[in-house]
């Protein structure tokens, strides 16, 4: 059974770095990619990196000079580091299997 | 990167209803196109995948249609728990992109 469960500190004060964990089971992090997504409060979504089953990365152009994805295969986790955090970071990140299997998501607040 | 133009926005509908939502990219994206549902509180939930492709699982009455850069979800008659916000997703090219979503509610 696919599941991916998303973890992180919830609260960040504007211009701290924000470091978010998407634990796996169910697969293997070599076969298949893994994305994060966010969606603000009652707004839309967004793709904002990937790391693909041979560890190439890719970003969303308009935040790529503060993200980085990385990937742990022995723990089966994918990182996701923000920096420079602003009050519109303020979002539900998810981390999702290719286009199909979604965690449930972590709520990440930037407020001081 | 690629937009995507979804329409309409907010959507009122009754049950047994027949409805479309449609969804416009900047560029072709050679039916790499999803549709999702999400629910408050949700995770999305995929529906269609590559534009005409049912998740399993998924209840027959959704359906999607479209190639080029134009896109729908059709849902045949609606059920009390398809109340929900819709987003398509193009998958083209990275990074991929969502429509703003479709509210879709009863009337």
Redesign the interface.
Known sequence: QVQLKESGPGLVQPSRTLSLTCTVSGFSLTSYGVSWVRQPPGKGLEWIAAIWSGGSTDYNSALKSRLSISRDTSKSQVLLKMNSLQTEDTAMYFCARGTKDWGQGVMVTVSS | ?IQMTQSPSFLSASVGDRVTINCKASQNINKYL?WYQQKLG?????LI?NTNNL?TGIPSRFSGSGSGTDYTLTISSLQPEDFATY?C?Q?NS????????TKLEIK
């Open positions: 990167d999803n949700e995770a999305p939930k995929r995948y998740q987003f997703l998958h990275f990074p991929f992109t969502f429509g703003s979503g």
